[in-house]
């Protein structure tokens, strides 16, 4: 997982406020990926994007959560309006974008989210 | 639509004895499976995939893991259990062409002295 960087590790914030969790890719990769782990559950799939475009977004909550990853500079997922249910491990991922065959995506070390 | 089923949320073995996670898959297309181990608060690290080449797959730490088309199953084993593998480990499959990988919930793996 060396290479992906997300920040901040650790966020804590109130009900109500907004919660944004970056992440910058590995050098050369192009394809980014949101997982969130709730305690005792796996890691589930919110949203893969490439620059500019998303891609599949199947796994992300309706309200609330969205997801960019501009042209330059790193992906951000944002969590508006936070409730105490958000509190979890976010972790992204990233891959060159040519498929998972063959390749293999690379996680960051997560960032924890903590909602009070 | 694929999925996994990781069999077992926590598994205990001693050390030096065989290890031994199931997991289980689902999926309507040749898949691609993976397996992947997370020490506390980081990020998760590939021990092994498997993408149709030979069916035992070897991965980092001793470990390794057998494709059996037939039981829909690729389960890890590492013949001898080592303090460090204390760990949680996930399953995770992707169709081919598809970029999406599909978790399991993950099995916690004690080694016991």
């Known amino acids: 997982n060396a290479g992906v960087m997300q920040n901040p590790r650790h966020l804590v914030r109130r009900r109500g406020q907004e919660a944004r969790l970056r992440c910058s890719p590995m050098?050369?990769?192009?394809?980014v990926y949101w997982y969130r782990q709730l305690p005792e559950e796996g890691l589930k799939f919110m949203v893969y994007?490439?620059?500019?475009?998303?891609?599949?977004e199947s796994g992300m909550p309706k309200e609330r959560f969205s997801a960019e990853f501009p042209k330059e500079g790193p992906s951000i997922l944002r969590i508006q309006q936070v409730v105490r249910g958000d509190s979890a491990a976010y972790f992204c991922?990233?891959?060159?974008?040519?498929?998972?065959?063959?390749?293999?995506?690379?996680f960051g070390e997560g960032s924890w989210l903590t909602v009070v | 639509a694929q999925s996994v089923t990781q069999l077992g949320s926590h598994v205990s073995v001693s050390e030096g004895a065989l290890v031994l996670l199931r997991c289980n898959y689902s999926?309507?297309?040749?898949?691609?499976l993976f397996w992947y181990v997370q020490y506390p608060n980081q990020g998760l690290q590939l021990l092994l995939k498997y993408t149709s080449a030979a069916t035992l797959v070897k991965g980092i730490n001793g470990f390794e893991a057998e494709f059996k088309k037939s039981e829909t199953s690729f389960h890890l084993t590492k013949p001898s259990a080592h303090m460090s593998d204390a760990a949680e480990y996930f399953c995770a499959v992707s169709d081919k062409g598809d970029d999406k990988i599909i978790f399991g919930k993950g099995t916690r793996l004690h080694i016991l002295p």
């Open positions: 994007l490439q620059k500019e475009n998303i891609i599949d």
């Open positions: 991922a990233s891959s060159p974008g040519t498929g998972i065959s063959g390749n293999t995506i690379y």
């Open positions: 999926s309507s297309v040749p898949p691609y």
């Open positions: 050098k050369g990769h192009s394809h």
